[in-house]
């Protein structure tokens, strides 16, 4: 998504926030900035920015400066992170935070943090940094959001705007506010997924993967039958456990819940060979049982029938139907190449279930034909043309 420049980007992001904000949460800003729509303050003059560098001793980088021109602050750039600096107040995390650095005195990154420029004022327990020590070619410096609350320094943004860019999506992620750039993303994905459906997979999928960073539960739908027919296990693991339980409200009513979702998150959770049994039952029946009804009883029924080798999912596109009914029996029959073609053979002819739904994922966990679904075969099934447009 091309967010646009500082002033367009943070403009966008402020009418957003404020509308996504609690009326007690707007209460506590600063006098006229609801009215502004802006969570900013005037710009930085050259002046200033000037004054900052030679009190700091270096050049800031590019993208920093650009913002600080705009905007000589920022509230709200984190869940976490309620303030951030003017050109007065950023400085050195190692004179600003001289004990919390020093807490990390025997950690590796401790030298990144005794280099690097704080330029958050207020937050819980967390700051963002510049690391003038990692410089790009383009003279930005490394960012991070850096948090006792996660581990190490946090992932590595490769210049401020980027941190920002990243904390914009987070915002979405979980405030999930219905706005123009939430509901672009969905229009968006569901062109991404007609694509997919026409056999364009590899274009597609980072439409898909930008609208899972921003929280959209269908572009997260759609990743878990991809992932899990390329064979990507445990990329199908983290995402159904980003769901469940704490998302898994959204996925009340999708449609691929009980075909799809719950029947991938249980293969993955199986396939995860790190873990013992007991400790992969657990975390199961954690995930599930704080999940709200009905995906506990769903659960519970798609279970059983994987556990005594009873899952047989049934499809939308009655010849594709057909179709693994009779694969099932051939493979039964110990004819499993016959029984894959007779699949591939019928593939244009399998339909979606619903919104999210772009291959016959569900494939994967039938008791029967699960293992001839191998990613060689999942790939030829998501560059197979199919769907509404395909079907006879």
């Known amino acids: 998504m091309d967010l646009g420049e500082w002033p367009e980007f943070l403009a966008r992001w402020s009418g957003e926030w404020i509308d996504a904000a609690d009326s007690a949460t707007r209460d506590q800003l600063p006098v006229g900035t609801v009215e502004r729509r802006w969570l900013g303050f005037d710009g930085a003059t050259q002046e200033q920015l000037a004054a900052a560098e030679a009190r700091l001793g270096c050049v800031l980088p590019p993208s920093y400066r650009e913002f600080l021109a705009v905007t000589n602050g920022w509230l709200h750039a984190a869940p976490a992170i309620y303030r951030l600096g003017d050109t007065d107040s950023v400085g050195w995390f190692r004179e600003l935070e001289p004990e919390w650095c020093a807490i990390w005195s025997d950690n590796d990154e401790h030298e990144i943090l005794a280099r690097s420029l704080c330029i958050s004022t207020e937050g819980d327990s967390g700051v963002f940094l510049l690391d003038p020590g990692d410089v790009g070619t383009d003279g930005e410096w490394a960012a991070y959001h850096f948090a006792n609350w996660y581990p190490g320094l946090g992932d590595r943004a490769a210049s401020f705007r980027a941190l920002m860019d990243e904390e914009y999506a987070t915002f979405h992620y979980v405030l999930e506010p219905d706005n123009a750039t939430s509901r672009g993303l969905d229009a968006q994905c569901a062109g991404a997924r007609a694509a997919i459906m026409s056999g364009d997979l590899i274009t597609q999928v ?32 983290e995402r159904t456990m980003s769901l469940l339980p704490n998302r898994a409200e959204h996925l009340i009513g999708e449609a691929l819940l009980s075909t799809t979702v719950i029947p991938l998150f249980l293969l993955a959770m199986y396939d995860w060979q790190e873990q013992q049994s007991s400790t992969k039952a657990y975390l199961i029946d954690n995930s599930i049982s704080r999940s709200p009804a009905p995906i506990p009883a769903q659960t519970a029924e798609v279970r059983a029938a994987i556990d005594t080798a009873a899952f047989a999912p049934s499809f939308l596109g009655s010849a594709f139907n057909e179709a693994v009914a009779a694969a099932r029996q051939l493979a039964t029959a110990g004819l499993d190449d016959e029984a894959w073609q007779r699949i ?30 191998t990613p060689a075969r999942g790939h030829e099934i998501l560059t197979t043309p199919r769907g509404p447009v395909h079907h006879d």
């Not at 899972?212 to 878990?224: E, H, K, N, S, Y």
């Not at 979606?352 to 994922?361: F, K, N, S, Y």
């Open 206 to 237: 980072p439409i898909l993967d930008e609208a899972v960073t921003f929280g959209r539960i269908g572009a997260q739908v759609t990743r878990i039958q991809i992932d899990a027919l390329l064979g990507d296990w445990t990329a199908v693991r």
């Open 344 to 373: 591939a053979d019928a593939v244009h002819h399998w339909r979606p279930a619903g919104p999210h739904d772009v291959a016959p994922a569900a494939l994967l966990a039938d008791s029967v034909l699960g293992r001839l679904i």
